[in-house]
């Protein structure tokens, strides 16, 4: 059974950051594309970040480009996300996910691929 826990969410500042983990159990992570979504109060879910599983692809949303670094180490089964110079807009609901894939370069993001979701890790960022 396919599962994934978020962690490291929290309160921050604006411009302050933070690192999220994402950890998979009862699968391993290399066959995989992972990707970060988030859904904020009153919006719908939006893609975040998506890398390929083998790591050497990755997408970003234009809003996060250039402040989010997404990575993941397949050997401890783990994907992290590393949010910079965050905004009060960042604060959301932070989920990951998972899908099966056989292309190495393999970084689609969309939203209607994934149907397995955890319970999120709460990011705040304010004042």
């Known amino acids: 059974q396919l599962q994934l826990v978020e962690s490291g969410g929290g309160l921050v500042q604006p411009g302050g950051s933070l690192r999220l983990s994402c950890v998979a159990s009862?699968?391993?992570?290399?066959?995989?594309?992972i990707a970060w979504f988030r859904q904020a109060p009153g919006k719908e879910r939006q893609g975040v970040s998506c890398?390929?599983?083998?790591?050497?692809?990755?997408n970003y949303a234009d809003s996060v480009k250039g402040r989010f670094t997404i990575s993941r180490d397949n050997a401890n089964n783990t994907v992290y996300l590393q949010m910079n110079s965050l905004k009060p807009d960042d604060t959301a609901v932070y989920y990951c996910?998972?899908?099966?894939?056989?292309?190495?370069?393999?970084?689609?993001?969309?939203?209607?691929?994934?149907?397995?979701w955890g319970q999120g890790t709460q990011v705040t960022v304010s004042s």
């Open positions: 996910t998972a899908r099966p894939s056989v292309a190495d370069t393999d970084a689609v993001c969309s939203p209607a691929l994934f149907h397995s």
């Open positions: 009862g699968f391993t992570l290399d066959h995989y594309v």
């Open positions: 890398i390929s599983r083998s790591g050497g692809s990755t």
